[in-house]
């Protein structure tokens, strides 16, 4: 079953608020972060992977096109298909040798670059910039209803 939420992010506390909730419902599968540059994915990320634990700094993968993060028994890979010119690229780079992983987690910022070679979400984020650059409109579809349940409480 599918769910979705909506709210509004006014500053960066909401930010790691919504981070803190991501990292207490999602810890493996496959996230789509969606939204222009400078909205915030990255943001976001960084705050989830301080919220589930790393301590280390968290950059934008737009020229490495991946970061992984190990965190105790857990594997985060953040893919940026930003630069990507063909989805094809992904599998030259050896993207299977990620999916592969069991129980890892997934963040793709720009999915819609990778085609088919990358994997269905688990869960959408879109993150809208608003007229005021510090407050974002956030649209969540999610399989998790312990997330959803959390982000109605």
């Given amino acids: 079953m ?53 301590t280390g700094a968290v950059k934008s993968p737009t020229y490495t096109l991946v970061e992984p993060y190990k965190l105790a028994q857990q594997e985060i890979f953040h893919f940026d298909l930003y630069r990507l010119n063909d989805p094809y690229e992904l599998e030259l780079m050896g993207i299977r040798d990620y999916l592969d992983i069991p129980d890892a987690l997934f963040l793709f910022e720009w999915p819609s670059k990778g085609g088919d070679e990358i994997p269905k979400a688990d869960h959408i984020i879109e993150i809208i910039k608003a007229v005021d650059d510090t407050m974002r409109h956030v649209n969540i579809n999610t399989n998790s209803e312990s997330l959803f349940k959390a982000l109605q409480g």
């Fill in 2 to 54: 599918q769910y979705s939420f909506q709210l509004d992010l006014n500053n960066e506390e909401d930010t790691q608020n919504l981070a803190q909730k991501l990292a207490e419902n999602i810890t493996h599968g496959v996230i789509y972060l969606i939204g222009d540059l400078g909205a915030g994915k990255t943001t976001l990320t960084r705050y989830y992977l301080q919220s589930l634990g790393h």
